[in-house]
């Protein structure tokens, strides 16, 4: 039987924050995504969701018509059909989030179609996923970080990630105080990931890393701005910590050019961004052929799949909510929980997860 996609729709539930965080190189001034769904003919439909309100007209005005008639299994074809349509208009930014996010979408719809859960799909069946949190925003005072990192490690976290990067990189005795006092507090049974955001250049990098050798950080990610992979290969070679990159790159081409300067030892690309599952499974293969591992940036109700089948995979970000909040926001009503450090991937088919429709309808694209 056929399944031929009628429809894209497209929602933007996004909000401005009234104290937005901020770390060593962006501000988040806007809270929430854009969310897609790919309808049949038949009536079964798939969600994705991807960064950037901007996005939600490029997908309706470029992307959808490439989409639109199409069977919905044939999610490699349809990703063909879109590359060559953004080719004059983004190889790589706006144009891969609008991709991805439909991407997300078609994966979601096969797994309904067959129905099974994506990981399955994708070859896997190990369904609880290690994950580290993201706890440490730069605008958030060390005192906070401290007391949030004990919080989460009594919910059974091992693994914290803390943004470095004061007064845009040039404060680095203030970044190695952050990361002691963190250190010294949650005891050496932890882990830390420290994350620069791309703000340093490479010999501050590498100031940072010696300076901060004691504090036994267990991965550095994006020292330098992703497009300095020079400098990403020079500060490796330091081969004092691993290095991480990948969340700002597009596509296995951008990916494949990281590969061959030897710029990292962790690929942490992001599936809303570098062209969802149909691309992030062939940057998995490439790394895993250069013996590399691969954690993917955010996205755990996505990335998580992903990781599943991925013997080279090594964790899971999440971004831990207060209590009473949901995590993924309103969009989603039933994001499986983080227990003990794991993230555990729903049997349900297709992602898995269920989209609050009558939410999304009040923030639809015309």
């Known amino acids: 039987m056929n399944h031929i996609i009628k429809e894209v729709e497209v929602f933007a539930p996004v909000f401005r924050m009234e104290n937005p965080p901020f770390d060593s190189s962006f501000i988040l001034r806007n809270m929430g995504n854009v969310a897609v769904r790919v309808v049949t003919e038949d009536g079964l439909d798939g969600f994705g969701m991807t960064f950037g309100e901007p996005i939600s007209e490029y997908i309706l005005k470029n992307l959808a018509e ?34 991805s996010a439909i991407d997300i979408a078609l994966w979601d719809l096969k797994g ?19 994950c580290y949190a993201s706890v440490g925003f730069l605008s958030m005072p060390v005192e906070d970080v401290i007391e949030k990192s004990r919080q ?5 976290y091992r ?22 006092k963190v250190r010294r507090s949650i005891g ?29 950080i267990c991965l550095f990610e994006e020292p330098v701005h992703a497009d300095d992979l020079l400098g990403l290969r020079r500060i490796r070679d330091t081969a004092l910590v691993p290095i991480a990159s990948g969340e700002n790159e597009y596509t296995k081409y951008g990916c494949r050019d990281m590969l061959l300067a030897e710029a990292v030892d962790v690929l ?29 940036h955010f996205w755990p109700q ?12 090594l964790y899971l970000e999440v971004f831990p909510n207060e209590k009473g909040t949901r995590p993924g926001g309103s969009c989603i ?16 088919p297709g992602l898995g997860i269920e989209f609050d429709l009558e939410f999304l309808k009040k923030h639809k694209v015309q």
């Open 66 to 99: 490439e989409v639109v008639g199409k069977e919905a299994l044939a999610n490699e074809d349809i990703w063909n059909d879109m590359f060559r349509q953004i080719r004059s208009s983004g190889r790589k930014g706006a144009a891969l989030l609008g991709m």
């Open 112 to 130: 309904k179609i067959l129905g099974q859960p994506i990981y399955k799909l994708l070859g896997g069946t190990k369904r609880d996923i290690l």
């Open 152 to 156: 989460l490690i009594d919910e059974g």
């Open 159 to 180: 693994i914290l990630k803390i943004k470095v990067g004061y007064d845009h990189g040039q404060n680095i005795k203030a970044d190695v105080a952050r990361i002691e």
């Open 188 to 216: 050496n049974d932890i882990e830390i990931i420290v994350d620069a955001n791309g703000i340093y250049d490479c010999q501050s990098a590498i100031r940072f890393i010696r300076a901060a050798s004691e504090l036994d």
């Open 268 to 296: 942490q690309c992001d599936i809303t961004r570098v062209g969802g599952f149909t691309e992030f499974n062939k940057i998995s293969a490439m790394a895993q052929a250069w013996n590399l591992k691969i954690a993917p």
């Open 302 to 313: 996505f990335s998580a799949h992903l990781l599943s089948p991925a013997p080279h995979g």
């Open 333 to 348: 009503v039933d994001q499986p929980p983080v227990i003990d450090g794991y993230y555990s991937i729903p049997e349900k």
